[in-house]
């Protein structure tokens, strides 16, 4: 039958094995970029953020890297756990929401990963 | 920890009918948003509301649908006649502050909307 919905990139790895999740976005005038976590059945649970004046920021066991060259956002999990099978998206957020150029906070997200850990 | 809370975690209903679905926010922000995930696909903004008004909205968010805040903790969103391609996971999130100044958005655990 017809298949719904958008068939997402997947990633399979080892547990132990380091992960790189990437992410293209469209607006060059983004300048807050983060990544989210979504287990089945929950809601996006933050996992890092950064801002387009860096181009890496490192968090516990996570690395985000920012090229705004070719607006390609990665995040990286060392040493990844089968707790960190989910769906993994990023989120880009602009700053002119309007003709004021004032940003009230949209959100746009990407289509997401789906993150698989055996172990 | 403070988190967004949301209820019901699961709303059927029938096409035509209203429905609203409740979050609380975390108590010290002060930005809230709607967004939605249609099975399978991305999450979709759908407004952002701040000193108890309406920041942005997006082309979704037309006249079948309206949030409130009725008080100082609950944040609503109604939809006033439910179709069949309302039925979605809505999410609440909220926010201290928007855009790149510390505006981290904190999502609730959604409601599921049925409508059949």
């Known amino acids: 039958g017809e298949s719904v919905g958008l068939h997402l990139p997947t990633l399979s790895v080892q547990e132990g094995d380091n992960s790189i999740i990437n992410c293209a976005y469209s607006?060059?005038?983004?300048?807050?970029f983060i990544w989210y976590k979504q287990e089945s059945g929950k809601g996006p649970q933050f996992i890092i953020d950064?801002?387009?004046?860096?181009d890496k920021r490192q968090g516990q066991r996570v690395t985000v890297l920012l090229n705004k060259t070719v607006k390609h956002l990665s995040l990286q999990i060392a040493a990844t756990q089968p707790g960190d099978s989910a769906v993994y998206f990023c989120a880009e957020n602009s700053a002119l929401a309007n003709a004021g150029g004032t940003s009230y906070g949209k959100l746009t997200f990407g289509q997401g990963t789906i993150l698989t850990v055996h172990p | 920890e403070p988190e967004v809370t949301q209820t019901p975690s699961h709303q059927v209903t029938q096409m035509g009918q209203e429905v609203i679905l409740r979050c609380v926010p975390i108590?010290?922000?002060?930005?809230f948003y709607w967004y939605r995930q249609i099975l399978g696909q991305k999450v979709e903004f759908l407004v952002s509301?701040?000193?108890?008004?309406?920041?942005?909205k997006s082309e979704i968010f037309d006249d079948q649908f309206s949030v409130e805040r009725p008080d100082g903790s609950n944040f609503t969103l109604k939809i006033r006649s439910t179709k069949l391609e309302d039925s979605a996971m809505y999410f609440c999130a909220s926010s201290r502050a928007s855009g790149a100044a510390a505006g981290t958005q904190y999502f609730g655990p959604g409601t599921r909307l049925t409508v059949l």
């Open positions: 607006n060059s005038a983004s300048d807050y």
């Open positions: 950064i801002r387009s004046n860096m």
């Open positions: 509301f701040y000193n108890n008004e309406i920041s942005e």
């Open positions: 108590s010290n922000h002060l930005y």
